[in-house]
């Protein structure tokens, strides 16, 4: 579809799913104990992921119009908590912060960002990221680089890179890095966006493609094990079909009532995500039972995010479909043109603490603390990252 090549860099579009990969240390003892245990954090991910990484990308282009053309760096982004755009596709934290807050951990720096101090955990997570290699999209003809900030190959190798300054010597490492929590996700997405919304292919079309992206997160958290992590979340992906995105643009197409499941959701799209998410939660069991000393956690994003959808009072959320901020009203307040901190998208509704989506395609603070809530202490991340 035009509208995404057109929008050049760094749409909501391009951000997207989430999967994050959360690692921690079992043990019996009382939550705080438990925080402490990890020296570091290190997440890897896209746009749901992202907190600053695509900012020093863009500033340092050369090219100005790069940061402006960014959404997440206008208001009403990082309006609850922030208080002004913090590079987040968020009105507040994401994930990765909720999960760092407590642990004890400062919010983690963008891996990007230079002269920090990376040794309590660094986040390498960029908007647009894939699961597969950009030259994989070269292929089929992608040529839009806002999904080549970083794939999940290019986001090890970054991490690859910083371990030295981590930690010095070998030895050193191999503790450090055994008692890092890694946060593993936010793949997967983007992938299926290129070919839904870019290469024009149906949920259907997209699934043969499966078994390879799957294959490339699950080759990923195999390379961070032999790095030394032990303690690995791997976070399953949103239910596409409840993204307002995705509602705003089928309805605008062609649409039947047999589209759409009892809650609203498209069912294509989520047959599409179960999919995935069932190939790469049956790869996440193969690499528990193949790796005895680490500890993979599969988080599930989808579950959580489906429930809110389907009980959000629950969660004390109003139309789950609405976007908070964004333009053109109705049901799912998502227009393509104006999306969120575009001119039309400027203001955040009344209450952001009672939306499940921010932006139509990224979760509010608040839908963001509670699914941190449910991976650290269960019922959604198995096991939980507290337990
Ligand atoms: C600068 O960035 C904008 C937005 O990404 C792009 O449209 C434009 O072509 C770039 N200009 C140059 C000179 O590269
Ligand atoms: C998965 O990755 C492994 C290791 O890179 C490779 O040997 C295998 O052929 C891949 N399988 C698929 C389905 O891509
Ligand atoms: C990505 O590229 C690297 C380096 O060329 C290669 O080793 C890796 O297997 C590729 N990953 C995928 C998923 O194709």
Avoid at 77 to 100: E, K, L, N, Q
Avoid at 246 to 267: I, R
Wanted: with cysteine; aromatic share 12%; glycine share 10%.
């Amino acid at each position: 579809m035009r509208f995404l090549r057109s929008s050049s860099c760094c749409s909501p579009l391009a951000a997207f799913f989430f999967f994050f990969l959360v690692a921690v240390i079992g043990s019996t003892s009382s939550n705080l104990q438990q925080a402490t245990k990890y020296n570091a954090m290190f997440s890897f991910g896209d746009s749901v992921a992202e907190t600053g990484n695509i900012c020093v990308v863009s500033s340092s282009s050369g090219n100005s119009t790069e940061l402006e053309v960014l959404t997440c760096t206008h208001p009403p982004y990082g309006t609850t908590y922030f208080g002004r755009p913090s590079c987040r596709w968020s009105d507040g934290r994401v994930v990765v912060d909720f999960i760092a807050q407590s642990l004890g951990l400062p919010l983690l720096p963008p891996s990007k960002s230079k002269g920090k101090d990376f040794r309590r955990g660094a986040n390498m997570a960029i908007t647009g990221a894939t699961a597969m290699n950009f030259s994989f999209y070269q292929s089929l003809g992608i040529g839009d680089p806002v999904w080549n900030h970083g794939s999940l190959y290019m986001q090890i190798q970054w991490f690859t890179e910083l371990i030295p300054s981590l930690c010095g010597t070998k030895q050193n490492c191999k503790e450090f890095l055994a008692k890092s929590l890694f946060l593993f996700g936010g793949f997967g997405g983007n992938d299926y966006n290129i070919q839904l919304l870019e290469l024009g292919l149906t949920p259907e079309q997209t699934m043969k493609n499966t078994p390879i992206i799957v294959n490339a997160t699950v080759n990923g958290i195999e390379r961070l094990i032999a790095l030394g992590a032990v303690h690995i979340v791997v976070p399953s992906i949103l239910p596409t079909g409840c993204l307002p995105l995705f509602l705003a643009l089928f309805v605008a197409g062609s649409s039947g009532e047999s589209d759409f499941d009892q809650y609203g959701c498209l069912k294509s799209y989520n047959r599409l995500t179960e999919h995935h998410n069932s190939m790469l939660r049956e790869q996440v069991q193969i690499l528990q039972r193949k790796y005895k000393s680490t500890r993979i956690m599969y988080a599930d994003y989808y579950s959580q995010v489906y429930k809110m959808v389907q009980q959000p009072q629950k969660f004390g959320f109003s139309n789950p479909f609405e976007a908070c901020c964004g333009a053109g009203g109705g049901k799912y307040n998502f227009d393509v043109a104006a999306r969120c901190g575009m001119p039309g998208a400027t203001t955040a509704c009344r209450d952001p603490s009672a939306r499940l989506s921010w932006d139509g395609v990224h979760p509010t603070e608040a839908a963001n603390k509670m699914i941190a809530d449910a991976w650290l202490n269960g019922p959604y991340c198995n096991p939980p990252i507290l337990s």
